[in-house]
């Protein structure tokens, strides 16, 4: 567009500058069209991604959730996985050993269920940053929709304003529009 402003001459009647005009204006409400497009499909994209980290951040929460329960030794949780490491370790290394090396598997036993205590404590710390990573993701993520939806709005009224001036007959002198030094004497006396 402004490579076709640069092409207005001075001298151009009325009705071809109010056709330069419609013309002008109506490139503006065609770019205007456009851009409301590309943020519409970008707002669906933003919203999709806000739903999906949604999604994402409510799976971890019950993850965590879950593994600060497992992690509780007063928990039936934590309880029924010791439980567990008992009949899959102790149990075989007892049987295996004719009851002599018990000894043996209790301290294996122990060595196995501290070292995935352990492993519990890291994923929990884990977790808790990436809850804090989420989140932050999430906050963000809501104000750039906030954002474009925003946009949309004005980009809606500029249209709106855009069609308007596209549709508007321009029969007014040129020194109005452009302020042209041939016709400006005329005009300021």
Not at 160 to 176: C, G, M, N
Request: proline share 2%; aromatic share 10%.
């Amino acid at each position: 567009m402004i490579y076709y402003l640069s092409k207005v001459e001075d001298d151009w009647e009325h009705d071809k500058i109010a056709e330069f005009l419609k013309y002008q204006a109506k490139k503006m409400s065609e770019l205007v069209e456009r851009s409301l497009t590309l943020l519409e499909d970008a707002d669906k994209l933003y919203t999709q991604t806000s739903l999906n980290l949604a999604d994402i951040n409510a799976k971890l929460e019950a993850f965590t959730i879950f593994v600060q329960n497992l992690s509780n030794s007063k928990s039936e949780a934590h309880k029924e996985q010791v439980k567990k490491y008992r009949l899959v370790n102790y149990d075989p290394c007892c049987a295996a050993s004719r009851l002599s090396g018990c000894g043996f598997c209790i301290g294996a036993l122990g060595t196995i269920i501290n070292g995935w205590e352990r492993e519990l404590n890291t994923l929990n710390a884990v977790l808790d940053q990436n809850k804090k990573i989420t989140g932050k993701l999430v906050g963000d993520l809501d104000s750039t929709l906030d954002f474009m939806q925003n946009e949309i709005s004005f980009i809606m009224e500029w249209q709106e304003a855009l069609l308007e001036v596209s549709e508007i007959d321009y029969t007014f002198p040129e020194a109005e529009i452009f302020g042209f030094a041939d016709v400006r004497p005329a005009v300021v006396s």
